[in-house]
């Protein structure tokens, strides 16, 4: 799987919730720092996604860059994401660089650091 669709395909399995995919997509030793500072590894991640305490309703994905160094790899770009937030939706505007590293014969996301944007002036 080629790394800007494996990138894309987990924005997707978070959504869906696909803990298949999500195994495979993330690595076993995960650093997922949220916009709000929460640090995650990979089973909490996807435990958080399964019991609904963190649930992702939509993310558009923009990638900005991908720069690969050999078996590692460096993703920048933004994201809009909603989330379910004690039931109502909330729109969260991100930008985020994320590690993927080359292990098993797939690309997996080893790191991610998101931070929330600054609103857009018009």
Known sequence: MLLRSAELSRFQAQ?????????LLLDD?????????????KASFIESLVKGTRDYVATTA???????FGNVAIIRGTAKVTVNEGGKPLDLDLGYT?????????????????????????
């Open 29 to 41: 030793d995960l650093e997922y720092v949220h916009s709000n500072g929460v640090v995650d590894s």
């Open 98 to 122: 994320d590690f993927w590293v080359w292990k098993d014969g797939r690309w997996q996301m080893t790191a991610w650091r998101s931070a929330r944007m600054p609103p857009k002036t018009q």
């Open 15 to 23: 959504v869906k919730v696909d803990q298949r995919a999500l195994g």
């Open 62 to 68: 923009n990638i900005e860059s991908v720069r690969i």
